[in-house]
């Protein structure tokens, strides 16, 4: 499998996450009524834009798995993704569960059933809710890594152009006329974004023919598409705010295709380490577990935009010592088990 890391990938990850962290304690908390104070109107005006940042981990997706499937087994990438996502994300459903209980936030509690679906990470499977709705785009990644588990066990990668021209039709007629179960199924609303990345990996590996160029076209349209559907139906956003989410939306094609023409090029750091490192777990910790804590926070007189950046550090070092005392420890063991080393 290939080992290659793309720093610049970190980098977009690591605002990926934070622009979904800023969205949800600054922004979309307050709407829901789960965090007692309303960020001042310059701040909701910005990060009111910030759950582009899953469209931003879709293409991230495309490009990366694809990656990481160069050259390996079918075993072997399921072992790789087992153990990448398993450990930080059963410490998650954990700690999120004793928070929302303890926390006072009763309309965040789950039944224990579903919690206990939700392990498996396709609770959705079974119409179960989540621990933490944050987890919706986790079911979305899952289908991905089946649907590519899928092509390296028939030996279709070198079909992909086809295959993804066939998911890229399926997503433009959904556009048109959603189909829920073939939406539910093969994930042709997100296709667009996974489609980038992949065509992005696809260009950068030296595969500059115009097939691949009409898809990364085809797929970047059919992104602002939908951005443009979501941002028409999102509450309290007018005109202005669904041409700012079209204009921001084009960035992703352009970054991507500025990757896979090789001038977005990042130097590697510790602290960029870090921030992509801990990517994860934090998207796994910081929505349900920062509503209570910053409710609290608040109840207790701190002042909200405090209370928030507060809530963010206390993430950041949870997600640290799940990464270090969880993370790094079961998944070496669920990589072994999974692939039968």
């Known amino acids: 499998m290939a080992s290659r890391r793309y720093h610049q990938i970190d980098l977009l990850?690591?605002?990926a996450c934070f622009m979904v962290v800023a969205f949800h304690y600054l922004y979309r908390g307050h709407l829901d009524g789960w965090i007692p104070f309303a960020s001042p109107m310059a701040v909701t005006e910005t990060v009111k834009f910030g759950?582009?940042?899953?469209?931003?981990?879709f293409a991230i997706s495309g490009f990366v798995i694809f990656l990481s499937a160069q050259g390996a087994t079918p075993r072997a990438f399921a072992a790789s993704r087992a153990a990448r996502l398993y450990p930080a994300f059963w410490a998650a459903v954990a700690l999120t569960t004793l928070v929302v209980h303890l926390g006072g936030l009763s309309s965040l509690v789950v039944p224990w059933r579903d919690v206990f679906l939700n392990l498996t990470m396709v609770a959705h499977w079974f119409k179960a809710e989540f621990v933490d709705w944050?987890?919706?785009?986790l079911a979305v990644e899952f289908h991905f890594y089946i649907m590519v588990w899928l092509l390296l066990r028939f030996d279709a990668m070198k079909h992909i152009k086809i295959i993804m021209s066939v998911w890229l039709l399926m997503s433009a007629l959904n556009w048109l006329r959603p189909v829920y179960p073939v939406e539910f199924v093969l994930e042709v609303r997100w296709a667009p974004f996974f489609s980038v990345g992949i065509c992005a990996f696809l260009m950068r590996q030296g595969d500059r023919s115009k097939w691949v160029h009409a898809l990364f076209s085809i797929a970047s349209l059919l992104s602002l598409a939908y951005a443009y559907s979501d941002a028409k139906k999102a509450l309290g956003f007018d005109h202005l705010d669904v041409v700012a989410v079209v204009l921001l939306s084009c960035s992703i094609?352009?970054?991507?295709?500025?990757?896979?023409?090789?001038?977005?090029e990042v130097s590697g750091g510790r602290v960029l380490y870090w921030a992509a490192t801990l990517t994860y777990p934090v998207y796994l910790l910081h929505e349900y577990i920062g509503y209570v804590l910053i409710s609290r926070l608040s109840a207790a007189g701190v002042p909200g935009m405090l209370s928030a950046l507060a809530v963010f550090v206390g993430v950041l070092l949870l997600a640290y010592?799940?990464?270090?005392?969880?993370?790094?420890?079961?998944?070496?063991?669920?990589?072994r088990w999974v692939a039968g080393a």
Do not use: D
């Open 13 to 15: 990850r690591s605002v």
């Open 51 to 57: 759950y582009l940042g899953v469209q931003l981990f």
């Open 134 to 137: 944050a987890y919706w785009s």
């Open 253 to 264: 094609p352009v970054l991507f295709w500025q990757i896979s023409r090789e001038r977005f």
């Open 321 to 335: 010592l799940v990464n270090t005392r969880v993370e790094r420890p079961l998944s070496v063991m669920i990589k």
